[in-house]
């Protein structure tokens, strides 16, 4: 959590005030590390599955089939260059045809902040190490 905290501070200039937990695999000390960090848990509750090797029409139909009768929290990755951008802006035109109000992640539970604070990024030096 802290490697990732660090290289969006440096790369971006944000400390997040979220964390979306790998799998959803989490226990009570993730939890308890995140409320020290001051991160709110959040979880996906539609997954395109396109980590585990969906293609665009395949992650498309996830949310065309999807039956969120609310809210809809997806899980996306740039698994292929380009697929974001395509299944996005799909989801994106049949979720507001379908009366979903879009919103990130921070304006869900009631307008908090998304970042606890940002500053400039940073210049990359040698010491930055993936
Ligand atoms: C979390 O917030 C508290 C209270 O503002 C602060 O003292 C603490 O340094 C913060 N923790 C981190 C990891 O930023």
Redesign the pocket.
Known sequence: MWRIEQALERIVGVSPAFIRLPYRNYNNLVREVAK???QSVIMWDLNTGDSLGAGVAQSEKVYAVAKNPRNILALNHETYSGTTETIVSYAIKLLQRKGYRLVTVAECPGGLAPY?WTAPPQTSDPSWTC
Do not use: G, P, Y
């Open positions: 020290q960090r001051n606890q």
